[in-house]
């Protein structure tokens, strides 16, 4: 959305309640955005034609307008030559402040001070005039700036039948610089949101620099206490003072033309651009048109204009005031152009003759088309019906709800609103409640299936319970059995240890019994070499005793003696022989035996270091078993804790 760059824009208090939008005439004018989270109307001021309908409507003071009220006086400080119009209506609103408040101007440096009165009775003299001489019949007024704008943008089919005379102000304006020849910026007091298009628009020669409207200048005065001696006005005025009541063009008329001739007269933002439209159609049917069509935008006329004090439009006050205004304007000169004593046709040649030195070409007005930028987008049939589909409106009932909270009063309109780009679909509330009840069916599926889940849950948890309950029993168990694996595994290792000690006894054991082993072989082996000692002795012993057996024999009963000694002495060789004869029988057998034991002790060294070796690596498996233990009992408690976390939830 580009800046609210218009006349009319929207502050920070706007809560998105749709008003603006119904109220407005022109469709495209408020545009739905995105702001803070939330949504807003803000104002096209290349769409909006400043009809100040959103400021009645808005409960929440959410819009606003800019005048030149603040540079009007601005540029009087700085020395600026500037001189006053001022709206009829300023009299009848403020009816004993305005000249104090002109004379406080006139105090600050304004020039001259001329009431827009007489620039409204230039207007009328303009208009019958025109009408008269062109029998330019049908032709649409054009004092409102609103209704100008309207028909400039919206319809420009329209502009033909808008009587080609400048409004009172314009017409004051011109009299100023063209006949009083005043070199001066000019001011309009205006009662007006709108005139600022009108003093903008080049067909108007730039001649009025300045709008400053009633609601901005009070304020200023107030705050700045512009208020001095009371200011005279400094041009007489007629029936144009009563310009500003509803009905004060037609009145004018009726004044010097009669009541015969048919005035149709329109104001209010609610009906004057319905009439419009219709209008339209009757001027392009060729119908039958009246004398003129006296147009307000504003209800009550631009007494209770749109750049008025809100609390003025809360009272007829202004109604009386504007009354007595009329009374007096009509007992003015008797015998002139507003004389009550006078017949219309009497006064109306008193008032061309009152203008007689006027030229009605330096009062004539151009208009222009300004529909090309602003023409409102009419969707063709299949593109509506996209819109309505996107919508969820597949019905015709749901396209023909028409219930207006979205601002505008048909489905169709909001459709064509979304169309131009200046809504969107989140404004309607049936798409909406569709939306909402649909996420509501939604949410009342997702509820009964998080309900079915949630039962399922509550099995599970109960399974959950019981798996936990059974696991948090089996850790116990683990642990139990953890711990005696440890306590277990630590007895292991004292034993193995204490083994791998006992072990070491049996390797010394061993070592010294084949150390023995070798002594007693070398004593076996002096024990043989003794016994073949023996044996030599024996056999040597016993070929004495043979010897001696002879001599014995020989001598006879001498030698019996010797005889039997020497038979003993055999008898002990041959005992002696036979004793070493066995003991090395039994020293063979004691080598073999010894030799076996020694073959036994070698395996057993083996085995002792096989079974060493055994006991090392079971020593070093234990501490493995035992920190691989310890290990498994933290991840055990741990897992143990969370299954009790999870049985807690």
Not at 10 to 39: F, H, L, M, W, Y
Request: hydrophobic share 35%; proline share 3%; glycine share 6%.
């Amino acid at each position: 959305m580009k800046e609210q760059t218009g006349l009319v824009f929207t502050n920070e208090n706007c809560i998105g309640c749709n008003k603006c939008i119904s109220t407005c005439p022109v469709i495209t004018a408020n545009v739905a955005v995105e702001r803070d989270g939330g949504q807003r109307i803000e104002v096209d001021g290349d769409k909006c034609v400043a009809c100040g309908a959103c400021f009645d409507a808005c409960e929440h003071g959410a819009r606003e307008f800019r005048d030149d009220t603040e540079r009007f006086f601005a540029d009087l400080e700085k020395g600026e030559r500037i001189s006053v119009l001022w709206a009829p209506a300023f009299a009848a609103n403020y009816p004993g402040e305005y000249k104090r408040i002109l004379g406080g101007m006139k105090k600050k440096g304004v020039n001259r001070i001329i009431s827009v009165s007489f620039g409204a009775d230039i207007t009328t003299w303009g208009y019958i005039k025109y009408i008269t001489e062109h029998n330019f019949t049908g032709g649409i007024s054009q004092p409102c700036p609103a209704i100008v704008n309207y028909i400039e943008h919206y319809i420009p089919e329209l502009i033909p039948k808008l009587v080609p005379v400048h409004s009172p102000m314009m017409c004051a304006a011109v009299y100023a610089k063209k006949y009083l020849k005043l070199p001066d910026k000019l001011a309009f007091i205006s009662p007006c949101i709108a005139k600022k298009d009108e003093i903008s628009d080049p067909n108007n020669y730039g001649y009025i620099s300045y709008n400053v409207t009633f609601d901005h200048l009070i304020k200023y005065a107030k705050s700045h206490n512009i208020m001095a001696e009371p200011a005279e006005n400094e041009i007489e005025y007629g029936l144009g003072s009563i310009y500003p009541m509803p009905g004060g063009l037609k009145e004018n008329v009726y004044w010097f033309c009669g009541e015969d001739v048919f005035i149709r007269q329109i104001e209010g933002e609610k009906h004057a651009y319905h009439f419009l439209e219709d209008y339209k159609k009757r001027v392009a049917e060729n119908k039958k048109l009246p004398f003129m069509v006296d147009a307000l935008n504003c209800a009550q006329g631009c007494l209770y204009g749109t750049g008025v004090e809100e609390e003025k439009t809360k009272s007829d006050d202004i109604l009386y005031e504007l009354q007595k205004i009329k009374e007096a304007s009509k007992k003015r000169h008797p015998g002139s152009a507003w004389s009550g004593n006078s017949s219309p046709a009497k006064r109306l040649k008193n008032l061309n003759k009152q203008f007689a030195k006027l030229d009605i070409k330096d009062f004539m007005r151009n208009y222009t088309d300004k529909s090309k930028d602003n023409h409102i987008q009419i969707p063709e049939e299949n593109e509506l019906e996209n819109i309505f589909e996107s919508m969820d409106k597949n019905t015709e009932i749901k396209r023909k709800i028409n219930c207006s909270a979205c601002g505008y009063e048909t489905c169709s309109a909001m459709a064509t609103a979304i169309y131009n780009g200046c809504n969107n679909k989140n404004s309607c509330v049936h798409y909406i409640k569709d939306l909402a009840e649909a996420e509501k069916e939604r949410i009342e599926a997702m509820s009964h299936d998080i309900e079915e889940q949630s039962q399922k849950a509550v099995e599970k948890n109960k399974i959950i319970a019981e798996m936990v309950s059974d696991a948090n029993n089996d850790f116990a168990a683990l642990n139990l059995s953890i711990e005696e694996m440890v306590s277990g595994n630590s007895s292991n290792a004292e034993e193995s240890s204490n083994i791998s000690a006992a072990m070491a006894d049996v390797m010394n054991f061993c070592d010294e019994m084949k150390s023995s082993f070798a002594k007693i072989n070398q004593l076996l082996v002096k024990l043989g070499e003794n016994n073949n000692s023996i044996t030599e002795v024996a056999s040597q012993t016993n070929l004495l005793s043979l010897n001696a057996s002879i001599e014995a024999a020989r001598a006879g009963e001498v030698g019996k003696g010797f005889a039997v000694v020497a038979t003993e002495i055999k008898d002990l060789s041959e005992t002696s022989r036979v004793t070493a004869a066995e003991s090395n029988e039994n020293k063979n057998e004691i080598v073999e035996a010894m030799n076996s034991l020694n073959e036994e002790s070698d395996n057993l060294i083996q085995i002792v270091d096989s079974v060493n070796d055994r006991i090392s690596t079971l020593a070093a498996s234990t501490e493995e078993i035992a920190a691989s233990a310890t290990m498994i009992s933290e991840v055990a408690e741990g897992l143990k804790s969370k299954f009790e976390q999870i049985n807690n939830l």
